[in-house]
């Protein structure tokens, strides 16, 4: 957790979104390497949570999907 930010995990994956894009533009705008090394942190933070909810819609798409076919096909 960054002290900068706020949690993360209250966002919607929209605002998230367009927060990585915001700060990707400021990190090429900074020549200051402190700011960007701050930045990037940031970054990271919200590209894991992206990540993270993702993995997780897929998991559960996963789980959802139609198993009938997996009894058609025997593989021996």
Known sequence: MHPLVDDCTKLKDSELESR???????????????????????????????????????DQQYQKRDKGLDDLIKVS
Do not use: C, F
């Open 20 to 58: 990585v894009q915001e700060l990707s533009k400021k990190y090429w705008m900074a020549h200051n390497p402190g700011v960007q090394h701050q930045i990037s942190t940031i970054l990271e933070m919200y590209q894991d949570e992206l990540r993270s909810r993702r993995a997780k819609m897929w």
